[in-house]
């Protein structure tokens, strides 16, 4: 494209060449004219000796036949530029015709339509919100490789309650990380709400998490130089939503959790529970379609483990977001609609405990 404008440029300034090629043609006739028609009128009216009237026409040659050579430099430079201003006409054309042709084929088969139409198609078909084909995740540490997922095929309808149970080191946070869109697979597909993750660029992952996914961790993860309205009002203010709308919503979410007196309190000042409450209220704020989290129980005594999870149900079942529990604790565990278990990276088998959920 940038080609074809400097081509229309230099035919710009051609044709300005010309223009002033044939002003200055034009120029040269009058002085010509004008000189032979003076001297003719003095030498008419005898203003001028007969043989001063010789003299200046015998100057004149000189110039006329100057005049003339320029002239005819100037013709060839006309009929030079002519030729070139066709010929670059020609190559315009040619060149916009390959840039219509790029610009319809880039939009044709990359992003925007082809893309919104897929993603649209696979959305109506998808009664999964998560669903992962084959996923290998292979650490790359120096030269070693360390293998955390063999080959896991998983899905997760919408609105389902699930945990993943393993030993530590099986791959269950990997897996996590995963659909969380945290991290890549090394190779296989994560498809999140039907759209498959591996054709979204690194921007749009982040608004997908954003979006779509609400983040629980074991350690909270809370700012503790914020009130607890502020770390709950965060992903929604990062989302665009405006103030008066995410102070009403957390602190709605806040009172739903049993938090409505914490409100101001810094959260090193609440119990572990009503710590993770808080992330949880952080986690639902921008009415994700999935919640994770990970080991959201373990630093908790059981009785505080157990109140959380009623909490995790609560949102699933208030508000159909679909939640994925990852823990090593059984009683945890069954307090979801099924456990997926794992075991080196392989999905070894799965626990049905509420079938009319799946
Ligand atoms: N960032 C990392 N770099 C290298 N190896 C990792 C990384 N994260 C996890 N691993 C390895 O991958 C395997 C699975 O880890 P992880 O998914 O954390 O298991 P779990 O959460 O079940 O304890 C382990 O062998 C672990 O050491
Ligand atoms: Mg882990």
């Known amino acids: 494209m940038l080609s074809a404008f400097a081509v229309l440029g230099l035919l710009d300034i051609i044709w300005g060449l010309n223009a002033v090629t044939s002003s200055f043609q034009t120029l040269l006739d009058n002085i010509t004219s004008g000189f032979i028609f003076l001297f003719s009128i003095l030498g008419l009216f005898g203003l001028i000796r007969k043989n001063s009237f010789l003299v200046y026409l015998s100057l004149l040659s000189p110039i006329t036949i100057l005049v003339s050579t320029i002239q005819l ?4 430079v006309k009929t030079f530029s002519y030729t070139f201003s066709s010929a670059s006409e020609t190559l315009i054309l040619a060149l916009s015709v390959i840039c219509i042709y790029t610009s319809y084929k880039t939009i044709s088969h990359s992003q925007i339509p082809q893309n919104t139409v897929t993603d649209y198609e696979q959305k109506a078909e998808s009664e999964y919100t998560v669903e992962l084909i084959d996923v290998v995740k292979i650490y790359k540490v120096g030269p070693i490789e360390v ?15 699930v945990a993943i149970m393993g030993p530590s080191g099986s791959g269950k946070s990997t897996l996590l990380n995963l659909i969380g869109a ?7 597909k994560v498809i999140i709400d039907g759209v498959d993750i591996s054709t979204l660029s690194d921007d749009e992952l982040a608004k997908l998490r954003n979006k779509k996914i609400g983040f629980v961790f074991q350690a909270y993860n ?18 665009g939503t405006a103030k008066k709308e995410r102070v009403k919503k957390a602190i709605h979410l806040l009172k739903t959790l049993g938090l409505g007196d914490t409100i101001y309190r810094k959260p090193k000042t609440l119990s572990g529970g009503q710590q993770q409450r808080v992330a949880i209220a952080r986690a639902v704020i921008n009415d994700p379609d999935i919640i994770l989290a990970d080991e959201p129980t373990g630093n908790l005594d059981s009785k505080s483990g ?4 009623m909490y995790l149900r609560k949102m699933n079942e208030e508000l159909g977001t679909t939640v994925i529990v990852v823990t ?8 979801t609609d099924r456990i997926i278990h794992i075991k080196d990276g392989k999905i070894i088998g799965e626990e049905v405990l509420r079938r009319n959920k799946i």
């Open 222 to 239: 809370l700012i503790n130089r914020s009130t607890v309205l502020r770390n709950v009002e965060l992903p929604a203010l990062i989302g």
């Open 182 to 188: 945290l991290d890549r697979p090394t190779s296989g």
């Open 328 to 335: 090593h604790d059984r009683e945890i565990a069954e307090m």
């Open 306 to 309: 157990r109140e959380v999870m």
């Open 73 to 76: 430099l100037f013709t060839h």
């Open 147 to 161: 293998p955390a997922l063999n080959g896991v095929n998983l899905k997760v309808k919408k609105g389902e309650f």
